[in-house]
């Protein structure tokens, strides 16, 4: 084993060191909750699937490079992770996708109906959970940061599910994966300095986190373009098909001539098109410079995630911190 | 005029003077919303269409009652709105429903995606309410009481969508409605004695709303079942055709015979009966004390929530609040 592996490997300890806090907080809590057990399953049937657990796991590492207690922080971390969950069990019901994480999704197993309570009981579990384990000022921040996001989030949505209207160039873009995706990355680092009482360190934080999301949603959408479907779960192709206006293809799209462009609109949004259209249109995306102009901006945001590591002392958690970051635009899934 | 008259005058001016106040911070706060138009419109739809604001009117006329500041309670009265108006656009979903206050539901008018978003962006909004308009431990505990509320609300529904396994008698149908309606309306009193400062009166302000809940509820279930549909606004034998177990229904359904309880269950959840049909299934229900029964166990927790209030000095706001207890269990509509 070389240096570099056993590097690796002590970061995936300390990794699964935090998830499993997480996730037996999760677990525990899930399997203690009363009322109809139909709810209580539709409910857990997604974030009992599986899941990578970041923004929970970033929460904890930034309280612990803080010096907060680290044990006092798995209850909010546990419920960015319920907020997390909730958004996913909702915007799979507006997408129609049938399957995450390797298992049917929560509508196509429970009914919509049951999907969307299950949806809405996560979320009131995030400020109960909230509420019930912190007290006065630093419950109320977590609130604020928790609810800030999830307003975001909404907006996010919306602009994701109508973007003939609002993600119509790569400012527009940036603006909606802030809100979308980076705004609850956003919210877990920024509790983590919350719950270390570092007050000072929030907005720090919050622009820690903010980098980091940018930089996921962009790795995000060049897996979605030319991940192995063999490592990311999804088809080929999937984004092109239905549509999605993501960096790699904004770019694009404005370096195209008036052929070019024809042909991309043939496939583009096309659920029905078929695996060569799709690939023609994958290629043309990487000739003209789409994917390497996204994997320099995603590049650009990861560093400027790890300029702000630096101005803290050495520390193994802020090693860990900046593999962390490595580790979201590296990633192959 | 006689002297009812005026004093219901006076009652009402009160109520209004309340509502305005509510009305007046929604519409402003909805009105200066950044973000997507289509979300802002989709959150609105509803909720300035209309409604009868009694659960903020309840949490004002409570912080009164209790000598605190209403102007400081509004942000807080104004949330729980949205709390309400949140879960109302997500049941319309569940229950396919096309109108509500005379209007079209948001999902029949923004299509489905959208309604689930403007319900989850309301739901955000109430804490993002709480926690940019309150601070430390008040902030927390109006946290609590709705994000408790919220759970309940959803375990509620997800009873309501399951009456065949959830909903078999009298029990199951108070805890039911408990959780699906009395648990805000307890929350909405209690946050008026959090809001008052007054955190020993916590305690019996949940018992009060709780009692109003229950009576709000029972009277609902009436109103769905001999309710005048031209000032209800809903169609005679609504409930019966949705096959709701109310609690007339409970009640006389033990107490038919097997050929009653055979022409009962032909009608019962049929969406196509006929209207002689439904007449029937209805005149069986009153034959049997199924309204009668209803109406004296809404009485008695309708006295339980005055006699709450009696423990109180007399005042103009105690009157209101009696008034508005006969208000809830008299409303024809």
């Keep these: ?41 539709a409910s857990s049937h997604l974030i009992l699937s599986g ?141 983590g300095a919350v719950l270390a009482g570092r007050h000072e360190d929030i907005s720090t934080f919050k622009e820690f986190g903010n980098y980091i999301g940018i930089a996921f949603q962009i790795a995000d959408d060049i897996l979605g373009l030319i991940g192995d479907p063999k490592i990311t779960g999804k088809p080929v192709g999937n984004d092109i098909r239905n549509g999605k206006r993501t960096l790699p293809v904004l770019y694009s799209l404005k370096r195209m001539d008036d052929s070019e462009r024809e042909m991309f609109y043939s496939v583009f949004g096309k659920m029905d098109a078929d695996d060569i259209e799709v690939k023609n249109v994958i290629d043309l995306i990487v000739d003209k410079g789409g994917v390497d102009y996204s994997r320099n901006l995603m590049r650009r945001y990861a560093d400027r995630a790890i300029d702000i590591l630096s101005r803290y002392d050495e520390s193994e958690t802020r090693d860990f911190l900046i593999k962390l970051v490595e580790f979201i635009v590296s990633r192959e899934k």
């Design 1 to 41: 084993m070389n240096g570099r592996e056993g590097s690796m490997e002590s970061f995936w300890d300390i990794y699964n060191g935090y998830k499993k806090l997480v996730d037996s907080y999760i677990s525990n809590h899930l399997n203690s909750l009363q009322g109809p057990t139909l709810l209580r399953d």
């Design 51 to 191: 899941g990578k657990r970041i923004r929970p796991v970033l929460t904890l590492a930034v309280t612990d490079l803080l010096e907060g207690d680290v044990r006092h922080a798995i209850p909010a971390a546990s419920a960015i992770e319920y907020l997390h969950n909730f958004t996913l069990i909702h915007d799979d019901i507006m997408d129609r996708d049938e399957f995450r994480r390797g298992v049917k999704t929560t509508h196509i197993v429970y009914g919509e109906s049951l999907a969307i309570l299950a949806g809405d009981y996560l979320f009131s579990m995030v400020f109960g959970t909230i509420s019930r384990n912190y007290e006065g000022e630093e419950a109320r921040l977590l609130t604020y940061l928790l609810s800030e996001a999830s307003e975001n989030i909404c907006m996010g949505q919306a602009m994701d599910i109508n973007p003939d209207r609002y993600v119509r160039d790569e400012e527009e873009y940036l603006n909606m994966i802030y809100l979308k995706t980076a705004s609850l990355i956003e919210a877990s680092t920024a509790s």
